[in-house]
């Protein structure tokens, strides 16, 4: 008996340490190496910010910033320069204002808090920081006042109110002042015929443009009151019929304009008082649409000026239109947009540019040159310039979805040659914008090396675009529409209604879902694309440089063959356009291939030195020869059980109510009978260890059942893993999909033991591998005899997991290189002496196979040891950070949860896991995109790309810099500041401050003139500790003679803003050092630049 357990026991022992892959420990030396290969960043988002609520722009540093609902903030400048944040609590941000020139802004979000932000850099680290809040208006205790609308006014903001109330913040302490402009003023303040029972709520606040202590108050119900802060009486008031919207000054200050509910505007002069002077509904007289916004533009010279505004149309007839309308004289467009207008801004060149002091503030025209208008899906720049006014080609934040992403495709290194005729052809596909410089510069990039790298999206309606991911800005290059080599996709544009004029790309309809594209293929060697569709149908295209006429010819295969009891109910397969037809330069289509049944492409690969592609579909695969344009062969991967299938239901999630109810109750058995096991014995636990196979019926501990969490360091150790139970999968089951082909690969390896020759490789759901040999004819007559293949070689893995990667690993433990890599010096030449392996990827493990004897090697089973299943896959070069010359190629995959994880093909060993993605955003995994390069792309949002790099070498960062000019973020009265925050244990100096009164200087240096040396030094040990440049400040201060302590106390106020690990509110209050700023100029610094080693 004792003989018989000492067996067991042995048994038990090997096949436990077969399980948890028991490697020797690493050594030291390869955990530091890790650290040079691996690391995991996340810090760019690529596409236009999803759901947008605010717009605000500065026209003095020239950057644009957008808020969301989420509470994300972006703040764009030049291309190349952006930086991004988001609110702590994630509000949603009703309105975004920038503080001119001082690279501040201030959001108020939707709980009625006001948020500053600061652009702000610390060693070329770039920051867009909250510094402070307040939210006095909702936390006091009182009843809250809810802030109806902002606006900027001389140093400080005003906040309008619902209850028809303005108060002033202090911008720089961003504290309330005690100065209020209360309703009940504002009636005393009135004529009788303009007093109302109620004004309602502040809707629009407007600085007068001449003069700095003016400004209107717009209320809701039509008054309309020009305030004299500075004598605090009401100056003119004037009185509209209509609900109000909006107002805008002219220039001059002399005048402005109101609009209103009723879809009019207003213009009323200032010396004229209540009586306007004019009254217009442009599109009327019928009830029109509010209009929401307007602006009034002077041009250049004696030109007639620009009336800008949004909405304002007719609502019987265009009631349904989103626009923004431009008037200039006889000149009137109406920009049609197919998705609402949020907002939009005018850049004007009087608001950059230095003013004169010279000229008189009336004579300076505006001169208008841009407009930005942002959409709930896009953003639109109009030239307003050029003949036309044509739209701007966006640099950032485009519209990625402007049709639903259904593929996509990341290519990287791309050869000089290729990019500059992509460049060229997609400048002449988009010669109709405009061809002026993109009117937006604010900041400066930094000069780094860049790679060439380009991420292919496929999209609904059979378009395929071609995005510049090389740095942070992604700007579209180039598309192509392959619906137009179809007749169903062939439509001609209706001409545009004056004035009305189509704008945009956001068009999320398509004609025909057959269209979409299913993936995507690019060789930037052979300059060959290739694009499948739902349909069935995959395209060969090749780049030109000329315009061509052809004639384009089409190939069909049948992959179901002569099976009489197969019959196609699904969709009909596309028409392809007949005859001649002009391309552009570009990419033209040279063949399409036609499967049938027509069904969605689901695996492709291509290989363009042989001039071989192969597709596959729910079906099964075919091997297609494009330099003769026939088909070679036809496989079909349905079952006996699945000829039953006859429609597209394999790509479909959808189950009848029976087969759904049938599952449940398996999945109940299942999980009591597993319960029941749990409560065994320890030995008959080891007993059921042995009888499973390879460790895969293991059962796991209870904690492993729920699935463990994975700790957040990138670094992996070696740790035993226990084992859960893997259910077989078998065609009794939901069958409908184990036919798709998931996988296809082109190879030159050993199916023999002595002669290596192509190959092709085909992996199913069902977990079947399918390996045929190629016999391709000498390249003199590669035009002229035919290519043959043959089944070769066929693995079916054990639980018969779907196979979703497959590759050929040489004698070095590296992949085999794409075509043509090789012979261009884009890769080495591969070790074609022997030792080949198979590296098969299915959801549930990786497994290396022997070839051409196909006997296991190694493998990691990651869903017995974490309950995760594979979703992506790619081969990725990792290079080291600090040696150029070294390089690993590893494994990345995607798991189902959400994992990023990377491991060596040799051994199969995990170097790093990180949780990427939150496990439920299905879509998210879904779209992610493993890059060569250790870099890859996943879908944050319907309209937005996140970008993550697993590679310690290739990292974006930003690198860019914003210089401010000195003093911009200095206040004002500087001693006020100090002594109005000083901590209240000193109430004298404290009741020194009247009202909130400013000291004069006089007083101030009566103030300063008693200090001694020893005094300053004493004011300066009661701050926090300071930093060590602030400390220096401070001792050179206090060097100073005691004639220059005036000035040493300002600079002494200047280096509080420097502390650090403090709450003082001394500290948070930037003070003006002119003695400072003469010697230093202030700058921010921020970053966004490719950081790249390469050999």
Not at 646 to 652: G, R, V, Y
Not at 866 to 880: H, L, Q, W
Not at 977 to 1000: A, C, F, M, Q, W
Request: glycine letters at 6%; one cysteine or more.
């Amino acid at each position: 008996m004792s003989s018989l357990f000492s067996f067991i026991r042995h048994r038990y022992d090997k096949i436990k340490g077969d399980t948890v892959h028991s490697h020797p420990k690493e050594s030291d030396f390869r955990q530091k190496l890790k650290k040079e290969l691996y690391e995991y960043n996340q810090v760019l988002h690529h596409g236009f910010p999803t759901k947008p609520s605010a717009l605000a722009y500065d026209p003095s540093l020239q950057l644009l910033a957008i808020a969301t609902k989420h509470g994300a903030l972006r703040v764009y400048g030049a291309p190349d320069v952006e930086f991004c944040s988001t609110h702590e609590s994630e509000e949603t941000v009703t309105q975004l204002l920038f503080i001119p020139g001082e690279g501040r802004l201030v959001s108020l979000t939707c709980d009625n808090v006001l948020h500053l932000w600061e652009i702000n850099s610390d060693d070329f680290n770039s920051t867009l920081e909250e510094k402070k809040t307040f939210d006095e208006f909702t936390s006091d205790g009182s009843k809250p006042k809810a802030i109806s609308v902002i606006s900027i006014f001389d140093k400080k903001l005003l906040l309008g109110t619902e209850d028809g109330d303005v108060h002033l913040l202090n911008l720089h302490s961003f504290k309330i002042t005690d100065q209020v402009i209360s309703q009940d003023v504002i009636m005393q303040n009135v004529p009788e015929d303009c007093k109302v029972v109620s004004t309602g709520s502040v809707e629009a606040l407007q600085a007068h443009p001449t003069n700095k202590d003016k400004f209107l108050i717009g209320y809701d119900r039509g008054l309309i009151v020009l305030w004299d802060l500075k004598e605090n009486k009401a100056d003119v008031t004037f009185n509209a019929s209509q609900q109000l919207e909006s107002l805008c000054w002219n220039r001059n200050g002399k005048e402005f304009l109101s609009s209103h509910s009723d879809g009019s505007y207003v213009h009323w002069v200032v010396d004229d008082g209540n009586q306007p002077k004019e009254e217009c509904i442009p599109y009327g007289p019928f009830p029109c649409k509010a209009i929401s916004k307007i602006d009034w533009k002077t041009a250049e010279g004696d030109n007639e000026p620009f009336m800008i505004f949004s909405g304002g149309m007719a609502r019987g007839s265009y009631g349904d239109k989103f626009t923004v309308s431009v008037i200039q004289g006889e000149k009137h467009v109406t920009f049609d947009f197919t998705s609402r207008v949020l907002d939009y801004t005018v850049l004007c060149k009087a608001d950059e540019e230095p003013t004169d002091p010279g000229l008189e503030a009336g004579s300076i025209r505006d001169i208008p040159h841009s407009i930005i208008v942002l959409l709930e899906e896009e953003i639109v720049a109009i030239d307003l310039l050029s003949n036309g006014w044509p739209p701007f080609r966006l640099p950032y934040g485009n519209s990625i979805h402007a049709s639903a992403i259904t593929a996509s495709s990341h290519v990287s290194n791309v050869p000089e040659s290729l990019w500059k005729k992509i460049i060229d052809a997609g400048n002449q596909l988009f010669s109709s914008y405009s061809k002026r410089e993109w009117p937006i510069r604010g900041g400066e990039k930094q000069e780094t090396r860049k790679s060439r790298d380009i991420l292919l999206t496929g999209h609904e309606d059979g378009s395929v675009k071609f995005w510049n991911v090389s740095s942070v800005s992604m700007e579209l290059m180039y598309k192509v529409n392959t619906a137009s080599y179809f007749e169903e996709g062939f439509t001609e544009s209706a001409e545009d209604e004056e004035p009305f004029r189509k704008i945009g790309h956001f068009d999320p309809y398509t004609d025909d879902p057959r269209l979409g594209v299913q993936r995507i293929f690019l060789c930037p060697v052979s300059d060959i694309l290739v694009v499948a569709g739902t349909a069935g149908q995959v395209i060969v295209l090749q780049m030109e440089r000329e315009q061509r006429e052809l004639d384009i010819k089409v190939s069909k295969v049948n992959l179901v063959g002569d099976r009489d009891n197969f019959v196609w109910k699904g969709h009909n397969s596309l028409t392809v356009v007949s005859g001649d037809v002009r391309y552009n330069q570009g990419f033209q289509p040279q063949c399409i291939l036609q499967m049938s049944p027509p069904a969605a492409c689901t695996a492709l690969s291509v290989h363009t030195e042989w001039q071989l592609l192969s597709a596959g579909t729910a079906h099964g695969f075919c091997l297609f020869d494009f330099c003769q344009r026939r088909s070679i062969s036809a496989t079909c991967t349905l079952s006996a059980t699945e000829t039953s299938a006859t429609d597209d239901s394999s790509m479909s999630r959808r189950k009848s109510f029976k087969k759904s109810l049938r599952e449940s109750f398996r999945r109940l058995r299942r999980r009591r009978s597993m319960g029941k096991t749990k409560k065994e014995s320890g030995a008959s636990n080891r007993l059921q260890e042995m009888k499973s196979d390879d460790g895969q019926r293991a059962i796991s501990s209870p904690k492993m059942q729920a699935g463990r969490k994975l700790a957040p360091p990138t670094i992996e150790e070696d740790m035993p893993h226990a084992e859960r139970a893997i259910e077989e999968r078998g065609a009794s089951g939901d069958g409908s999909q184990c036919s798709m082909v998931r996988c296809l690969q082109f190879a030159d390896t050993y199916l023999t033991a002595t002669v290596h020759s192509p190959s092709l490789l085909a992996g199913t759901n069902a977990g079947k591998v399918y390996i045929f040999s190629i016999v391709l004819p000498a390249y003199d007559k590669r035009d002229q005899e035919d290519v043959t293949a043959r089944l070769s070689k066929e693995i079916t893995l054990r639980h018969q997991a779907p196979v979703i990667g497959l590759s050929i690993i040489d004698g070095t433990y590296y992949p085999l290189p794409l075509a043509l890599e090789v012979q261009n010096g884009r890769a080495k030449a591969p070790d074609m002496s022997g030792n080949h392996k198979l590296l098969v990827i299915s959801e549930e493990q990786f497994k290396l196979f022997a070839m051409p004897t196909l006997k296991p090697e190694d493998k990691w089973k990651l869903t017995a040891h974490e309950g995760s299943r594979t979703r992506k896959v790619a081969t990725c070069t990792f290079r080291s950070r600090s040696d150029e010359q070294y390089n690993e190629m590893n494994i990345a995959c995607m798991t189902n949860m959400g994992q990023l994880s990377v491991y060596t093909i040799k051994g199969l060993r995990r170097q790093m896991n990180i949780d990427a993605i939150n496990k439920i955003d299905i879509n998210g995994i879904a779209s992610c995109i493993l890059a060569s390069t250790g870099e890859g792309f996943y879908l944050s949002s319907s309209s937005e790309y996140a970008r993550f790099s697993l590679s310690a070498a290739k990292v974006v960062k930003p690198a860019c810099k914003l210089t401010l000019k000195d003093g911009l973020r200095t206040p004002e009265g500087t001693p006020q500041i100090i002594i109005e925050n000083y901590d209240e244990t000193h109430p004298t100096s404290r009741d020194s401050v009247v009202s909130r009164g400013e000291l004069s200087a006089a007083d101030m240096s009566l103030r300063s003139a008693d200090m001694t040396q020893d005094e300053v030094v004493d004011y300066a040990h009661e701050e926090p500790e300071l930093s060590p440049a602030a400390a220096a400040a401070s001792a050179s201060v206090a060097a100073d003679d005691a004639s220059n302590i005036c000035n040493a106390s300002e600079t002494a106020g200047q280096t509080s803003d420097q502390l650090t690990n403090h709450h003082s509110p001394v500290a948070e209050e930037p003070v003006a050092s002119s003695t400072l700023h003469s010697h230093n100029e202030v700058h921010s610094t921020v970053t966004t630049a490719t950081v790249e080693v390469s050999p």
